[in-house]
């Protein structure tokens, strides 16, 4: 007689196990314990098995019966129920680990050795404070692109397009390592590529000649902790960005040779680059290894020596100087390009100086200190340039070699 709800209920454990049978193989079997458990016995090749529809009452009679006749079925077809109910259950182990959040940071991973420092922090705290609170508990697969929209949306609304429009970016290139890995099959960000307007580009401003030398004149006096003035004027006549300056180590600085070999992992073309220096970069690095040659960062935080100079250091010491929303750290790059090519310097050796990325890449990648003679030159020459007219004196000449 099959078994019913009632008497699956009231059965009490025993001594030892036992069953009491349903029908077509299915039975409940009752441990010593209190715990009552389905099974099923089937036959698979000739050979009997038993399957475990799960534990009563969590799985109930209808279910267990269901299941039994899916096993029936299954092994009549030669498909292994066993096989089928531990795929199941993987599945549903890798839907619970294979979250947004975990697929997210796991793309990071990979990616960050290819990454600045500063790019990876970026793309992290974008993880773990904008995607993760969003969406990022969700299994992969049930992100959608309302999800996506309304947190672009919410990033937008406060004011902050560009990183509403990164967001989204790194939400495509997540879909993208997780539909590599087999675990996504579609892209939520992509249906919404427009719905954040890129804002207009702020270059960065360049300075006059009479800006520069009132800016380069007052470093000394109005700029701060000595090593945030130092950090400026090398910064005025290398030309590297603030972050390949901000991040330097002592290594890097070669005072025989007069150069500093920036290694590629921090430049932007992810290419070595090589600094000339001139005299007075020279005398600037000499008096900050008076105060930092004991470490190995040039230019370390004021508050965590162990970190290099914030990314903000800069502007916020020119914003202390009268110069906010006029110019900010990236603009001695903008300055000296254009006061260079205002005086007739090849256009090549400014270039190659600024680091851009040539035409010919594959000649780049083995030629990283070609122009080293005239990039020497041209520095000493803008070096010399803005010391004449920090004392209102004339411009030095430029070599006629060196003209466009």
Do not use: C
């Not at 269901?66 to 531990?86: E, S, T």
């Not at 969003?134 to 949306?153: C, H, M, S, W, Y």
């Not at 919404?192 to 890129?198: K, P």
Request: positive net charge; proline residues 7%; without cysteine.
């Amino acid at each position: 007689m099959p078994i019913s709800d009632t008497k699956a209920r009231k059965a009490l454990p025993a001594d030892k196990p036992y069953r009491i049978p349903d029908a077509d193989g299915l039975y409940l079997d009752v441990r010593p314990s209190g715990k009552k458990y389905w099974r099923v016995r089937y036959f698979l090749h000739g050979k009997e098995n038993l399957y475990t529809p799960g534990q009563y009452p969590q799985v109930t009679l209808k279910e267990a019966r269901k299941q039994r006749d899916d096993v029936k079925h299954n092994a009549a077809q030669g498909i292994d129920p066993k096989a089928l109910q531990k795929a199941e259950r993987e599945k549903e182990k890798r839907s619970q680990d294979d979250t947004f959040t975990a697929i997210a940071l796991e793309w990071w991973h990979k990616q960050q050795p290819r990454w600045s420092d500063y790019y990876a922090n970026q793309v992290k705290k974008a993880i773990e404070r904008e995607m993760g609170p969003a969406f990022g508990a969700k299994n992969i697969r049930e992100v959608t692109p309302a999800d996506v929209l309304l947190l672009v949306q919410k990033v937008e609304k406060r004011g902050a397009p560009s990183v509403a429009m990164l967001v989204r970016q790194w939400t495509g290139q997540v879909y993208r390592y997780a539909a590599s890995t087999l675990r996504a099959d579609h892209d939520p960000a992509a249906p919404i590529e427009g719905a954040v307007q890129r804002p207009p580009v702020q270059h960065s401003k360049s300075l006059a000649a009479d800006d520069l030398a009132t800016l380069a004149n007052q470093i000394d006096t109005k700029g701060g902790w000595r090593i945030n003035a130092i950090a400026m004027h090398v910064l005025m006549r290398t030309m590297l960005r603030t972050g390949e300056m901000r991040q330097g180590r002592w290594e890097e600085i070669d005072f025989m040779r007069a150069e500093w070999r920036v290694p590629a992992e921090r430049m932007k073309m992810r290419r070595p680059h090589v600094v000339p220096l001139s005299k007075q970069v020279v005398l600037l690095l000499q008096e900050l290894h008076r105060y930092t040659g004991h470490m190995p960062l040039m230019f370390p935080s004021y508050r965590h020596p162990a970190k290099p100079m914030s990314a903000t250091t800069i502007n916020k010491a020119l914003e202390r100087m009268g110069w906010l929303g006029k110019f900010s750290g990236h603009g001695f790059r903008s300055t000296a390009s254009t006061l260079l090519n205002e005086h007739g310097w090849r256009g090549d050796l400014i270039e190659k100086q600024l680091a851009h990325m040539p035409g010919d890449k594959v000649r780049a990648a083995y030629n990283h200190a070609d122009y080293l003679k005239e990039r020497r030159e041209m520095l000493q020459w803008y070096s010399d340039y803005i010391e004449a007219i920090m004392q209102g004196e004339a411009a030095p000449p430029v070599p006629e070699r060196m003209r466009a």
